[in-house]
């Protein structure tokens, strides 16, 4: 079985903002992984958000950070 990474996906998780509480307006790969840690202790949210928090929180656990940083770097957020 191959995987292949929903690349419009990941374009979007490297450039969805936290939309409330102490890191509002924050990438959410570059929040703070023990807030991450503490979303998966306490829950996270329902939904897409929820599952954005869950997906960078393992990307940080497996040091992934960077490629995140280049997709922002390659793949522009597109202005509407």
């Excluded at 897409?48 to 928090?53: C, D, F």
Aim: zero cysteines; hydrophobic letters at 40%.
């Amino acid at each position: 079985m191959e995987l292949k990474p929903d690349k419009r996906a990941l374009i979007e998780l490297a450039h969805y903002k936290m939309p409330f509480g102490k890191f509002k307006g924050r990438y959410l790969i570059d929040l703070p992984e023990p807030y991450l840690i503490w979303f998966r202790q306490k829950g996270f949210p329902a939904g897409k958000l929820g599952e954005m928090l869950q997906s960078v929180l393992e990307i940080k656990i497996n040091e992934l950070e960077s490629l995140v940083k280049r997709i922002q770097k390659d793949f522009p957020k597109e202005t509407k």
